[in-house]
Antibody, heavy 121, light 109 residues
Framework: QVQLQESGPGLVKPSQTLSLTCTVS??????????WSWIRQHPGKGLEWIGN???????DYNPSLKSRVSMSVDTSKGQFSLTVDSLTVADTAVYYC?????????????WGQGAAVTVSS | SSDLTQDPAVSVALGQTVTITCQGD??????ASWYQQKPGQAPVLVIY???NRPSGIPDRFSGSRSGNTASLTISGAQAEDEADYYC????????????FGAGTKVTVL
């Protein structure tokens, strides 16, 4: 059974950098051609796609966030990570990691439970 | 445009059928996937592709696409189907860029 688990700080200060890690268990980050994604949800709002990364390190980002986000992957640990720079209160959200199955269709079949992040001084 | 438009809310009587729609130019070339989200929980995939259901999703959930519109139908809605539903698709730029609809709140009366 594939499981994803987010980890990181629950509280960060404005202007600082957020770093989150997603640990994959029950599946290999390398095998299968899957992409690994970050998605966030502001309080009471909808889902916002942040970006995807492939095991090679190739990544795509939401154009609206591209200047402040980066993703990386550590295949030896079965982890991928998200960094968001220059935080503001508008980055307060629940951050989910998920597995994106590509091919003829594109869908997220496994999600982490979510990591709540509050940006506040 | 890569925007996906959903109605904010719909209601359905218990046991009746409801259809949620998702409109966007990108859907002319890409199928949508649909996610159910209940309060305090992570989203759950309910439909992907032409009309595919993951294991464990009841067959009262079905999907379709026509032109620039994708639809999710719940046939014989149950109380446990009350949730937010989000559509999702790949951007039509050809890159691995993706977008979610704003979500539809389904209330089962």
């Amino acid at each position: 059974q594939v499981q994803l688990q987010e980890s990181g700080p629950g509280l960060v200060k404005p202007s600082q950098t957020l770093s989150l890690t997603c640990t994959v268990s029950g599946a290999s980050i390398i095998i299968g051609g899957d992409y690994w994604s970050w998605i966030r949800q502001h309080p009471g709002k909808g889902l916002e796609w942040i970006g995807n990364i492939y095991y090679t390190g190739s990544a795509d980002y939401n154009p609206s966030l591209k200047s402040r986000v980066s993703m990386s992957v550590d295949t030896s640990k079965g982890q991928f990570s998200l960094t968001v720079d220059s935080l503001t209160v508008a980055d307060t959200a629940v951050y989910y990691c998920a597995r994106l199955r590509p091919g003829s269709y594109y869908y997220y079949d496994v999600w982490g439970q979510g990591a709540a992040v509050t940006v506040s001084s | 445009s890569s925007d996906l438009t959903q109605d904010p809310a719909v209601s359905v009587a218990l046991g009746q059928t409801v259809t949620i729609t998702c409109q966007g130019d990108t859907l002319r070339g890409n199928y949508a996937s649909w996610y159910q989200q209940k309060p305090g929980q992570a989203p759950v995939l309910v439909i992907y592709g032409k009309d595919n259901r993951p294991s464990g999703i009841p067959d009262r959930f079905s999907g379709s696409r026509s032109g620039n519109t994708a639809s999710l139908t719940i046939s014989g809605a149950q109380a446990e189907d009350e949730a937010d539903y989000y559509c999702h698709s790949r951007d039509n730029s050809g890159r691995h860029v993706y977008v979610f609809g704003a979500g539809t709140k389904v209330t089962v009366l």
